[in-house]
Every structure is written in structure tokens, then in C-alpha cells.
């Protein structure tokens, strides 16, 4: 879905960024009681934004429950438009076949369904759900600039 909005923001010749949040903190042993993710993204953020980067779209699939924390490592006070993309398991399953191939096939279909069920309990009821089954990825995007308002600024 990045790519897509990265491609519209761009026909539209909209300043933007794309920060991809499992990036951040990708390692082993895992660092996330270091805060790791949200001090390469604070480092990250600084060089864009002294570039003039105002817009981000930042992908992670929890980050909708954590977006006060993402924000204030950002060191300013952007406005957030959180979106939880959703599927049913059919769906997410179908997706995840087509795009892991390896050894950890399984569990990332068992983290994926414990994942929808976690974040459909805990993700704040002000953060935009987006339902995506049976819908490309050009229709979406629209959608989600629509939400932001960036596709007319």
C-alpha cells in the first residue's frame, strides 16, 4: 500500500516520505525494550524534515496502537491519520501465501490471525479502519489520500 500512495503522492508531485517501520528495529535478539524503532525514527525524521519533508506515511502494522509514542519521537507535533488496513483471515492468508515462500510460513499465518484479532481489541476506536478485501491497491490509496487530505494540498 506504501508504494501505491508513494506513486500517487508522486503523479501528483506532493512532497512526501516513506519510513517503513519494521525496518527500524529488525534485529536479534530483538531490541524493542530499547525504544529502538522510535530513536532510528526520531534520527530518520530530523534528516527529512531538514530537507522540507512535511508528510510521511509511515507503515507498521501496530504502530495504530502506539501512535502517541511514534509521535513524540518525532520531536514535533505532526497530525497523525492512523488506518488499519483490514481483511478477513481468507484474505490475509491468500496475501501472505503469495509473498513468504520460506521456512516461516507458518508462523506468519499464525502471528498474522493472532495479530487481526489483537489489534481489532486494542487499536483505539478513532483510528480509520479500511476494509481491503476484494479491493486493489489504486482504490485503496485513493482512499487513504482522501483521508489525509494530501492528494489537494
Known amino acids: 500500500m506504501a508504494f501505491e500512495l508513494h506513486a500517487q503522492l508522486t503523479a501528483l508531485k506532493v512532497k512526501h516520505c516513506v519510513i517503513e517501520g519494521d ?10 525494550e530499547h525504544n529502538l524503532a522510535e530513536r532510528n525514527l526520531a534520527a530518520i525524521w530530523a534528516n527529512y524534515r531538514a530537507l522540507g519533508y ?3 506515511i509511515y507503515t507498521n502494522t501496530v504502530s495504530v496502537r502506539f501512535t502517541q509514542e511514534l509521535a513524540a519521537a518525532m520531536g514535533d507535533s505532526p497530525r497523525i491519520t492512523a488506518v488499519l488496513l483490514t481483511a478477513d483471515d481468507e484474505t490475509a ?3 501472505l ?3 513468504t515462500q520460506g521456512s516461516d510460513l507458518q508462523e506468519h499465518l499464525d502471528r498474522s490471525n493472532a495479530a487481526a484479532r489483537e489489534l481489532e481489541l486494542l487499536t483505539p476506536r478513532w483510528v480509520h ?21 494530501w492528494a489537494i494540498n
Do not use: E
Open 23 to 32: 525496518n527500524l528495529d529488525l534485529a536479534f535478539p530483538q531490541p524493542w
Open 54 to 56: 512535511r508528510r510521511m
Open 93 to 95: 492468508s491468500t496475501r
Open 97 to 99: 501465501l503469495r509473498r
Open 129 to 149: 479502519r479500511c476494509p481491503t478485501d476484494n479491493r486493489g491497491v489504486q482504490d485503496i490509496a485513493a482512499d487513504l489520500l482522501r483521508l489525509t487530505g
